[in-house]
Nanobody, 126 residues
Framework: QVQLVESGGGLVQAGGSLRLACAAS?????????????MGWYRQAPGKQRDLVAT???????NYADSVKGRFTISRDNAKNTVYLQMNSLEPEDTAVYYC???????????????WGQGTQVTVSS
């Protein structure tokens, strides 16, 4: 199993910045038994569905929702098994719970699984 621990959420004024981080670890052993494939961030506002914000592949290719292009930047540190989301020029519409997501493959069995973090609240005041 893989555990994801998110950090960096909070309250910020419109126009401000926040940086989210999500660290992956193994719950019953080393994370190194897994190959971490794509990592990403999703968000869910009250009463709305969970939507993609940004993803990054193991090779560093990125994909962004149109609403955050030019304002958010996703990156990853493979040595630390951590994915980041730098959020600039935040808008009230960015208010949501942000969830980390990782796709992994177990080296020994090639089994593929997907994991979610617990979520971190981002609130942008106008």
């Amino acid at each position: 199993q893989v555990q994801l621990v998110e950090s960096g959420g909070g309250l910020v004024q419109a126009g401000g910045s926040l940086r989210l981080a999500c660290a992956a670890s193994g719950t019953s052993g080393s994370i190194s038994i897994f190959r971490i494939n794509a990592m990403g961030w999703y968000r869910q506002a009250p009463g709305k569905q969970r939507d993609l914000v940004a993803t990054i592949t193991s090779g560093g290719n990125t994909n962004y929702a149109d609403s955050v292009k030019g304002r958010f930047t996703i990156s990853r540190d493979n040595a630390k098994n951590t994915v980041y989301l730098q959020m600039n020029s935040l808008e009230p519409e960015d208010t949501a719970v942000y969830y980390c997501n990782v796709d992994v493959t177990r080296y020994s069995s090639f089994a593929r699984n997907n994991y979610w973090g617990q979520g971190t609240q981002v609130t942008v005041s106008s």
